[in-house]
């Protein structure tokens, strides 16, 4: 492993990066083998049945008050019930009271016999256990919208807009100058502030231009703040999943100083020689940013693939947030932890796969306690994924050995679509809550994952 301690200098105008310095030390240990035994610390059981929707991109919840009560959300690619789409989406909820041992299916908030398709659902929860879930809704004028419940999927507040033709229209119009217009939304992501209860969504504009916009709900979902780009000039390739603690929302993305959006602008609002990875905090809700490169190699190719770059705030230290990068064409899984708002940065870990082996779908997250989070699937020579997790007790500075969620790999089933993230994982006080699709059995359907850290030296 590489270790690295590196910072920042800017101009007095946060967003223009004038120059990075590096320093460097080698740790000779070994990677860590990723087919190692699912011990007894790991839970598993299967959350969605239905043999007739192939199942995908499952977020996972815990009331935050009460570790037995989980939730999952998911995607189902497929409803044979409604002649005509066969291939159109629902999205499935499923509950458990007894810490993911058993599960079962609730009312879906966003019905199947609605006349929006559901697709690319996200789901958090807040310190007082309030639900938020957000989908996609395709052949509407309100393009993402949002639900909340207060009592854990038992009854759900009414639909609102998080981003639609209403709110965009609004951010048209606070928004000036920025140069392509918000036309519609693609896969978004999702973070409550454990602190504050705000909640966070941003998403794409377009499918198009990677151009993402920032919207902030301070009100349980009732209502949501007017949507802000998080990069102005568009330059982006792409952003990743975004986190939040203590007010400030941070979210990581690349700039390519040779995109034709880049060479348009007479101000961008990082200046890069060669393409860099930006890390872009924000306080008042997206209004205005700032930004910090972080000193990674990404010129030459790298992480910039989708969703492959993650933030994740840790509530009991302000100012630290932990990034994680997928690098070399997944080969390796690179961590990143800065103590001060991304002035400064260190390399901290590296994952390196086994040869005829890459990592995918990866994710992290802080507990409140400021234990960091991993989890990823391992994919093998043959196909199959393993789905595996780390943690760090410290905040990202050592971890865990890295332990396989099951005891055989999983399959991922023929080439459909609707399983293009992790999408998630949960940390309490002493467990990991992830999920992941398999379709060993021949339907893709989604599982969880518990893992007692607590016992992980």
């Given at each position: 492993m590489i270790a690295k301690s590196c910072s920042i200098a800017a101009a007095a105008m946060s967003a223009a990066i004038l120059s990075v310095s590096c320093s460097s030390s080698r740790d000779s240990a070994a990677p860590t083998d990723e087919r190692g035994n699912t011990s007894a610390l790991v839970q598993v059981s299967q959350v969605s049945t239905d043999p007739n929707l192939p199942a995908g991109e499952a977020w996972v919840i815990a009331d935050p008050?009460?570790?037995k009560k989980v939730m999952a959300i998911w995607l189902g690619?497929?409803?044979?019930?409604?002649?005509?789409?066969e291939g159109a989406g629902y999205c499935g909820v499923a509950r458990s009271f007894d810490g993911g041992k058993t599960w079962a299916e609730t009312t879906k908030p966003f019905a199947?016999?609605?006349?929006?398709?559901?697709?690319d659902p996200?789901?958090?929860?807040?310190p007082d256990g309030t639900v938020y879930l957000g989908a996609v809704q395709l052949g509407a004028t309100t393009w993402m919208a949002g639900l909340a419940s207060k009592d854990f999927g038992e009854t759900w507040e009414p639909r609102t807009e998080i981003f639609g033709a209403e709110q965009m229209a609004l951010a048209a119009l606070a928004n000036p100058g920025h140069r392509t217009p918000a036309i519609a939304a693609g896969r978004g992501f999702m973070a409550v502030d454990p602190l504050t209860g705000e909640v966070s969504v941003h998403s794409q504009?377009?499918?198009?231009?990677?151009?993402?916009?920032l919207t902030v709900s301070s009100d349980r979902g009732a209502t949501w703040s007017v949507p802000r780009p998080i990069d102005p000039d568009i330059q982006s390739s792409t952003a990743g999943a975004h986190s939040a603690a203590g007010g400030t929302i941070a979210v990581v993305y690349f700039v390519d100083p040779t995109s034709v959006q880049y060479l348009a602008s007479p101000t961008p609002a990082v200046v890069c020689e060669e393409r860099c990875a930006v890390f872009a905090t924000t306080t008042d809700q997206g209004l205005t940013w700032s930004r910090h490169v972080i000193p990674i190699d990404v010129a030459g190719g790298g992480p910039v693939t989708f969703p492959n770059h993650l933030v994740a705030a840790d509530p009991s230290r302000?100012?630290?947030?932990?990034?994680?990068?997928?690098?070399?064409s997944g080969s390796t899984l690179e961590f990143w932890v800065t103590p001060d708002n991304g002035e400064n940065w260190t390399q901290t870990k590296v994952l390196t796969a086994?040869?005829?082996?890459?990592?995918?779908?990866p994710w992290i997250a802080y507990s409140r306690g400021g234990t960091l989070g991993a989890v990823w699937r391992v994919q093998h020579a043959d196909g199959l994924l393993t789905p595996s997790a780390m943690v760090s007790k410290n905040g990202g500075t050592a971890f865990s050995e890295t332990v396989a969620l099951t005891k055989t790999p999983t399959s991922p089933g023929p080439g459909l679509p609707g399983d293009d993230c992790a999408c998630n994982l949960y940390l309490d006080a002493t467990t990991l809550s992830a999920t992941w699709s398999d379709a060993s059995s021949g339907q893709r359907q989604i599982f969880y994952g518990r893992l007692d850290y607590s016992r992980l030296k």
């Open positions: 008050r009460d570790a690619t497929r409803d044979t019930s409604r002649l005509g789409l199947p016999s609605d006349p929006p398709i559901c697709g996200v789901g958090a929860v807040g504009e377009d499918g198009g231009v990677e151009g993402r916009w302000l100012g630290r947030f932990a990034v994680l990068f997928t690098t070399n086994a040869t005829g082996e890459s990592f995918t779908k």
